[in-house]
């Protein structure tokens, strides 16, 4: 029989983990950073639009672990390995988006925010000993972004650009 | 620092009305610029998730034509103008006389780009004077930055500031229309997003109570 394909949404500040033949999809990635954490065959994937670099910007107490790459990323391994039974040591990850969407010059650190997301997701998957595999990351455009679980490709939608899979 | 969870309704009610007052300005200079008359919506004042900031303007994936203020001073915010294709399209016809303009022309052409940029110099600059007048603060935009993209690219870029404190936004929209007898056009929604530890400034100095 077979089994019916659905499409799960990443909304921003969120992650989400599903098994094939789902799909994940976010839409609207601008400085945001759309990752997709996966086990190349293993049929499940986790994918997070995370907004800000550090928890550490975080003025709260409590906060949505989904909204920054230093909590988002920890979190959705952790439910992977323990959830899924996914092994920590076969992960891999696709990355994209952290764009700058104006070129803006004024001194705001927040309005940098794109290339110091690219950076911290870079970072904290190095210390998670998870390799990226393919990005597509920066410029000036935002993307919308779809992983196909079962050949894990990843589908970028730029506009102005049009479509690339990485 | 108040954050958005934490405004009254009577609160939302003053950010309304200087909304109000900003609008109306900017309304006003719309319609000298573009020589017709524009009608303004009573402006809204939404405390939204994130996630539906953007569908409130139509839609992550919508592609809009968004000129976008840094806003600096005592009360610093994001400022955001934001057209549809279509009206960006009918807007820069009429500014530059040019009936040619069409999608692709309006970033690569420095005359297009230029004008919606200014259109947006314009609303933004009547909407914080009058905000200044009404509250005695300081407000400044930057220049006006441009550009055609998914609204949930540009939106989630002016979320930034207050992300850091809070998963809700606290955004005083206003839309400008053609005039009611008039059939196409403008239909653009003006967005303010205070930075969050500028609505604790904005009711201090209206001597406002941050704990009703």
Do not use: W
């Not at chain 1, 039974?85 to 803006?104: T, V």
């Not at chain 1, 190095?126 to 990351?137: H, N, R």
């Not at chain 2, 839309?175 to 008039?182: A, I, M, R, T, W």
Request: hydrophobic share 40%; with cysteine.
């Amino acid at each position: 029989m077979n089994k019916i394909m659905q499409t799960v949404n990443v909304k921003i500040s969120d992650y989400q983990i599903t098994k094939a033949p789902n799909r994940l999809k976010t839409t609207g990635l601008g400085s945001c950073v759309g990752i997709v954490i996966f086990e190349p065959g293993a049929q499940v994937a986790g994918m997070a639009h995370v907004m800000l670099p550090s928890s550490e910007l975080s003025g709260d107490m409590t906060f949505n672990l989904a909204k920054y790459a230093d909590t988002a990323l920890p979190a959705m391994v952790t439910e992977l390995v323990q959830h899924f039974g996914i092994q920590h040591n076969r992960l891999k990850a696709k990355i994209a988006g952290g764009a700058q969407m104006f070129q803006f010059t004024g001194k705001s650190e927040a309005l940098r925010v794109g290339p110091r997301n690219i950076t911290a997701v870079k970072d904290i998957l190095q210390t998670l000993s998870i390799p990226v595999l393919a990005e597509d990351v920066g410029g000036q455009n935002g993307r919308t972004i779809e992983f196909d679980i079962e050949n894990s490709n990843l589908m970028i939608r730029t506009i102005h650009k049009g479509m690339t899979t990485i | 620092m108040i954050t958005p969870e934490q405004l009254t309704e009577y609160h939302k009610d003053i950010l309304k009305e200087i909304g109000n007052i900003g609008a109306g300005n900017a309304a006003t200079a719309l319609s000298e610029l573009m020589q017709k008359s524009i009608d303004m919506a009573l402006p809204t004042v939404k405390l939204v998730p994130f996630h539906e900031v953007v569908q409130m303007i139509g839609g992550e994936e919508t592609v809009m034509a968004a000129t976008f203020f840094r806003v600096t001073g005592d009360a610093p915010g994001n400022m955001f103008l934001i057209f549809t294709l279509d009206e960006a399209i009918t807007i820069l016809r009429e500014l530059t006389g040019d009936p040619e303009v069409d999608e692709e022309s309006i970033l690569s052409s420095e005359m297009t780009r230029s004008a919606l940029q200014e259109t947006g110099n314009i609303l933004a600059g009547s909407y914080l004077s009058s905000f200044s007048d009404f509250t005695g603060l300081n407000l400044s935009p930057s220049v006006p930055f441009l550009t055609i993209d998914m609204v949930g690219a540009v939106l989630s870029f002016g979320l930034m500031e207050m992300s850091q404190v809070s998963d809700y936004a606290i955004i005083i929209d206003t839309q400008l229309k053609n005039g009611s007898s008039e059939q196409s056009g403008v239909d653009s929604h003006f967005l303010f997003l205070p930075d969050p530890d500028s609505f604790q400034k904005i009711f201090q100095t209206l001597g406002v109570p941050l704990n009703e």
